[in-house]
């Protein structure tokens, strides 16, 4: 039985899928559809300057990098902006968790408990994906994707005479 490797493009495209079909693209599409409990109210609850601004910026971040991540199309330039988005989630939501009260700007969310433990339980889809996105950036979208075949046909351009 052979086993999948990156270098197949199947383990990529799953996590492609994953990044962007599971997580950002309909997390984007909900910051702007329901902007008062995803968006700019969220946002505000947070403790996130000028939510009024942000809540819909990072709605069609998340939304435009989770699509071209979906299809592979500038995959690794499109995870950049939600590494930001990610490591700012953590900063923003999950260091107030995990001191067990507000910390700069941000505000610490009605919890049972906080501490380590907690925020480690809260933060766990956060630093899945910003791994995932970080895996992304260094390998690419792999074979099934937009980008490969443009690189495809580029070395095919550049070797015909």
């Given at each position: ?74 995959t690794r330039m499109a995870t950049i902006p939600l590494i ?69 046909q580029k070395l095919q351009s550049d070797a015909t005479p």
């Amino acid at each position: 039985m052979k086993s999948v490797s990156v270098s197949d493009g199947a383990a990529v495209l799953f996590i492609r899928l994953a990044v962007g079909l599971a997580v950002f693209l309909p997390e984007g599409l909900q910051k702007l559809l329901f902007p008062e409990i995803l968006g700019a109210g969220r946002f505000a609850g947070i403790g996130i300057p000028f939510p009024e601004f942000f809540g819909p910026f990072v709605g069609v971040v998340e939304a435009v990098c989770g699509l071209l991540i979906v299809v592979g199309f500038a995959t690794r330039m499109a995870t950049i902006p939600l590494i930001i988005t990610m490591i700012v989630a953590l900063i923003a939501t999950k260091l107030p968790i995990l001191l067990g009260q507000d910390w700069w700007i941000f505000h610490v969310r009605e919890l049972s408990r906080y501490g380590f433990w907690s925020a480690q339980h809260e933060a766990r889809t956060d630093m899945v994906m910003l791994l995932s996105l970080i895996f992304l950036l260094i390998v690419g979208s792999g074979r099934w994707s937009i980008d490969h075949s443009l690189a495809s046909q580029k070395l095919q351009s550049d070797a015909t005479p």
